[in-house]
């Protein structure tokens, strides 16, 4: 399930998927798009992404959590110097 979230920010559920998997699909994702600019008043334009990853920590995860995690990574992968996916720790 792929929906906006708010601004410029979107959410991606990946169900049933790690989060080394969710990596993949995400780095694939934002790959393609810096690979692919658009034209935009007569200038080539790049898009770029920065992506916060999270996964369910137990099934006792609320959908709150879950975004609050990933909104962190997304922060640490701005403040890393934009255009990358970061994935939370994992917390065992």
């Not at 810096?34 to 999270?54: L, N």
């Amino acid at each position: 399930m792929f929906a906006r979230f708010g601004g410029d920010e979107f959410a991606l559920l990946l169900p049933e998927t790690g989060r080394d998997k969710a990596y993949e699909v995400v780095q694939r994702f934002c790959l393609a798009l810096a690979s692919a600019p658009v034209e935009f008043g007569g200038r080539s334009v790049a898009i770029t992404v920065s992506a916060g990853i999270a996964g369910l920590a137990n099934e006792a995860d609320c959908l709150d959590a879950l975004l609050k995690r990933a909104d962190q990574a997304l922060y640490q992968a701005k403040a890393a110097g934009r255009n990358r996916v970061m994935v939370e720790p994992t917390a065992e």
